[in-house]
T-cell receptor, first 111, second 112 residues
Framework: DAMVIQNPRYQVTQFGKPVTLSCSQT?????MYWYQQKSSQAPKLLFH???????NEADTPDNFQSRRPNTSFCFLDIRSPGLGDAAMYLC??????????FGPGTRLTVL | GESVGLHLPTLSVQEGDNSIINCAYS??????FIWYKQESGKGPQFIID?????DKRQGQRVTVLLNKTVKHLSLQIAATQPGDSAVYFC???????????FGSGTRLLVRP
């Protein structure tokens, strides 16, 4: 089945230790998104790629970076995780702005 | 650790009853709207969408109503089942954008 896959599902890191979350898709969608979601809140868009074009949200901290080496894969890098970065991180894809398909998320814990 | 989240509005319904979840959206230029269902520990799951040139769309057991005059969106779930228990988010897309703006969410609890 075509889908959005996120790895790992659970990630534990130490304060300040860089971490990378990965997302892959078999839908061949040209837009990929990264969201941060905290408990009982709506997903908050961090950035998105339209093909290779990177679009950062104005309020996304510099601590968050992203890479998209090809159509299928997109990575979220957190350079120096703080306690406030503990959250669920959701990857989504869409075909040029239509319905977004979400992955299962990666739950990040910062110790 | 994770900061304490906001308290989600909660709708509690009896199994078998109909549910109506409401959403006020923010931008009159929005042209596309989606309802997502999110179960605990999972990613949001598409339920139904509607474009701004429509005021009603029906799916299996679900209906979305759009009132552009008052910028209001609703999701109706017929014969609500225990498996419908989840958090429901509406989302709007502004014209010519690839981004969705999510509403704050409503938790639906189905009583057996």
């Amino acid at each position: 089945d075509a889908m959005v896959i996120q790895n790992p599902r659970y990630q534990v890191t130490q304060f300040g230790k860089p971490v990378t979350l990965s997302c892959s898709q078999t839908l061949n969608h040209n837009v990929m998104y990264w969201y941060q979601q905290k408990s009982s809140q709506a997903p908050k868009l961090l950035f998105h790629y339209y093909d290779k074009d990177f679009n950062n949200e104005a309020d996304t901290p510099d601590n968050f970076q992203s890479r998209r080496p090809n159509t299928s894969f997109c990575f979220l890098d957190i350079r120096s995780p703080g306690l406030g970065d503990a959250a669920m991180y959701l990857c989504a894809t869409s075909r040029a702005g239509d319905e977004q398909f979400f992955g299962p998320g990666t739950r990040l814990t910062v110790l | 650790g994770e900061s304490v989240g906001l308290h989600l509005p909660t709708l509690s319904v009896q199994e078998g009853d109909n549910s109506i979840i409401n959403c006020a959206y923010s931008n009159s230029a929005s042209d596309y709207f989606i309802w997502y269902k999110q179960e605990s520990g999972k990613g949001p799951q598409f339920i139904i969408d509607i474009r701004s040139n429509m005021d009603k769309r029906q799916g299996q057991r679900v209906t979305v109503l759009l009132n552009k005059t008052v910028k209001h969106l609703s999701l109706q779930i017929a014969a609500t089942q225990p498996g419908d228990s989840a958090v429901y988010f509406c989302a709007e897309r502004m014209d010519s954008s690839y981004k969705l703006i999510f509403g704050s969410g409503t938790r639906l609890l189905v009583r057996p």
